[in-house]
């Protein structure tokens, strides 16, 4: 079975600049989640999503952050403009409908902001 | 105080020692806990669930105690394979039908030849 894929797996750029995330979940997996890990830390849930629809961003810096899953499929994230404490890894998982089951992690995604 | 809680760590412990990990967590809605594993440079994966009654996976024991809110793993005869950071991860009600999973910050464990 495939797991969670991520692209890209390593980005830099520059503070201020824009930079994108893109993840497609394990087929059939209803709930899509984004994390944020800061070195050192355990991961931060940043976004979820139940098929196409946002169940809990409530952690999501909405000034700079963006996601979207259109076809209840796969995602993207999103940083405009980027600032150096957003350097991290970005982490996509997904589950069966709800956070109740399993969450199976992609590989990520390691930002580094200039 | 925060959602989850585990000890600081490092753990550094020879092959074959048992090593235990604590975690404790604030909000008594809590309902389901879990133990992750997290290789270094590598994403994290469910090591087991976590039962009111403890529960066994080879080497590997979970308990938890709700009144206390506090969870643990004991590892025996560890392994070298063994070395990763260990995630605590609480589950919750997040209204809904939704639940939200927190984690704790990881406790590093090395084994040691």
């Known amino acids: 079975e495939a797991g969670v894929a991520q692209s890209p797996r390593y980005k830099i750029i520059e503070k201020r600049q824009s930079v994108a995330f893109w993840c497609n979940p394990i087929?059939?997996?209803?709930?899509l989640y984004w994390y944020q890990q800061i070195l050192g830390q355990g991961p931060k849930l940043l976004i979820q999503?139940?098929?196409?629809?946002?169940?809990?961003d409530s952690q999501l810096p909405k000034d700079r952050f963006s996601a979207e899953r259109l076809k209840g499929v796969d995602s993207t994230l999103k940083i405009q403009p980027a600032k150096l404490e957003d350097s991290a890894v970005y982490l996509c998982?997904?589950?069966?409908?709800?956070?109740?089951?399993?969450?199976?992690f992609g590989p990520g995604t390691r930002l580094t902001v200039l | 105080r925060k959602e989850v809680e585990q000890d600081p760590g490092p753990f550094n412990v020879p092959e074959g020692a048992t090593v235990a990990f604590n975690c404790t967590y604030s909000n008594s809605a809590s309902q389901s806990f879990f133990w992750y594993r997290q290789d270094c440079r590598k994403e994290p994966k469910l090591l087991m669930s976590v039962y009111s009654s403890g529960n066994e996976d080879g080497r590997f024991t979970a308990q938890l105690n709700r009144a206390s809110q506090y969870i643990s793993l004991l590892i025996r005869d560890s392994k070298l394979s063994d070395s990763a950071t260990y995630l605590c991860v609480v589950n919750r009600d997040s209204g809904g039908s939704n639940y939200k999973l927190t984690f704790g910050k990881g406790t590093l464990l090395t084994v040691n030849p």
């Open positions: 998982a997904s589950s069966l409908s709800g956070s109740y089951n399993e969450q199976f």
């Open positions: 087929s059939g997996h209803a709930t």
């Open positions: 999503f139940q098929n196409n629809g946002v169940v809990d």
